[in-house]
């Protein structure tokens, strides 16, 4: 067997993506993904996902090209790999690490996204290789699904006139009604049963009224509110008191660890994040100061599934639970969050998925939710097969976008229904 990589394709596509919106604006009619294509001297080829913006393309093309030669079960030395091409960047922009703390935090969530693409796909190519499935390599499944949320959003019907889109077929939701519809139909859809609402969109008042339309709608299951910091600490603390007895968790009420700590000594409900522990290097600041009660991992940012493994380990060090944060997604990424959320013992939230928003994928057959659970799938590699015509179609599109969709800009995407929109400041409430 020769396991030496002798081919790196990147593919970058553009994704239809309905107008679902949060506290920076909208979603973009199409949003970048970034597919990636790992291939060893004996042909096998295996597949991953990230994120598809041209910051990442630009860390992902001298990354590849870096990778042929190396083993494809090399998959520590993927990290010497992502900072032989940082300080190759730097040497040239003196870019990557400027900004302070925060600035290296950037940095290093960006190399790592790009690292997990190329993880994923050669844990992928490995499976295959062996003839066994991504799982087996992290070291087994210790459950057979992975159960998931249904992931509500306020949104319109459409995108804003005049802008080129596919049409989806949830309709508007940007009132009580609205949500609890739309939880109705992922129930049906899919057999979720627990449900997060994106909020920082409508005033509290009017999202903790959502929130009690959905206790009423389905009572006892787990709901949870995500407004992505919107709020102060003072507002984090009302919304705690108003849906204390119906949250299962309250998600990145406000930003930053000093925030988050004060709001989770005084609300009484546990504080899920995915803005404040985002690197290793926040945790110990985060843990000790006890201002979260659950981490929503990503293996994108993260840089991959094994250092999700690590995550998880420490949580369960420091009796923190885990779960899984998403943003927009195809189904490799669904696949490998399912392999790797199937190897992690202490997962006791459902994981985050837009796996549902999108209609499209580069794959020959899409990925099922039954009773809301991926099934793990013991076929060699991820267990997927990739749809070569659909992702040149899906490239197409990129090729032909004259650079405005190549970045997610939900603000920039806002700005053609509401010109006058800026992107609030934060605290918005
Ligand atoms: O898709 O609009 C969105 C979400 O707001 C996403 O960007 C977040 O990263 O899902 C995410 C979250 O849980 O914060
Ligand atoms: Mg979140």
Not at 124 to 145: E, F
Request: charged share 25%.
């Amino acid at each position: 067997m020769n396991l030496t990589l002798t081919d790196v394709r990147l593919t970058p596509i553009l994704v239809a993506d309905p107008p679902l919106l949060n506290t920076q604006g909208v979603h973009q009619p199409y949003t970048p993904r970034l597919i990636v294509e790992v291939e060893t001297a004996d042909g096998v080829v295996g597949v991953g996902e990230t994120y598809g913006d041209t910051k990442y393309l630009e860390l992902a093309r001298p990354f590849a090209q870096k990778l042929i030669g190396r083993q494809v079960s090399d998959l520590n030395g993927l990290f010497a790999v992502a900072d032989e091409v940082a300080v190759d960047r730097s040497r040239v922009s003196g870019q990557l690490d400027v900004g302070g703390q925060r600035g290296v935090q950037t940095a290093d969530k960006l190399r790592l996204s790009v690292l997990s693409g190329f993880e994923v796909a050669c844990l992928d190519a490995l499976g295959k290789a062996l003839g066994l499935p991504v799982h087996a390599l992290l070291g087994g499944k210790v459950r057979d699904a992975v159960e998931y949320s249904a992931y509500l959003f306020y949104k319109w019907a459409l995108h804003p006139e005049g802008v080129r889109a596919e049409k989806d077929d949830w309709g508007a939701a940007v009132d009580p009604a609205g949500i609890v519809e739309q939880a109705r139909r992922f129930k049906e859809r899919y057999g979720f049963t627990s449900f997060k609402l994106k909020g920082g969109v409508f005033p509290p008042e009017e999202e903790i009224a959502a929130v009690r339309a959905l206790a009423e709608a389905f009572p006892g299951h787990p709901l949870r509110l995500d407004p992505n910091g919107a709020w102060s600490v003072e507002t984090s603390l009302e919304v705690a008191r108003e849906l204390g007895d119906v949250l299962e968790y309250l998600e990145d009420p406000t930003l930053g660890t000093a925030g988050m700590a004060e709001v989770a000594a005084r609300a009484g409900v546990p504080l899920a994040t995915n803005m404040c522990v985002t690197t290793f290097a926040e945790i110990k600041e985060a843990f000790t100061r006890d201002a979260v009660q659950v981490v929503l991992s990503d293996h994108h940012y993260w840089g991959g599934l094994r250092n999700t493994q690590q995550l998880a380990a420490i949580c369960r060090t420091f009796g923190v639970g885990v779960s899984m944060h998403s943003n927009t997604h195809l189904g490799i990424s669904l696949a490998a969050m399912t392999h790797v959320a199937s190897t992690v013992p202490d997962l006791h939230h459902a994981c985050d998925s837009h796996y549902p928003w999108q209609s499209e994928d580069v794959l020959t057959r899409r990925l099922a939710f039954d009773d809301g659970k991926v099934a793990v799938s013991d076929a060699p590699g991820l267990g997927v097969e990739l749809d070569r015509d659909r992702l040149a179609e899906l490239h197409r599109r990129w090729l032909d976008d004259d650079g405005a969709l190549r970045d997610r800009d939900d603000a920039t995407a806002m700005r053609v229904a509401d010109p006058a929109w800026v992107m609030p400041s934060v605290p918005r409430w």
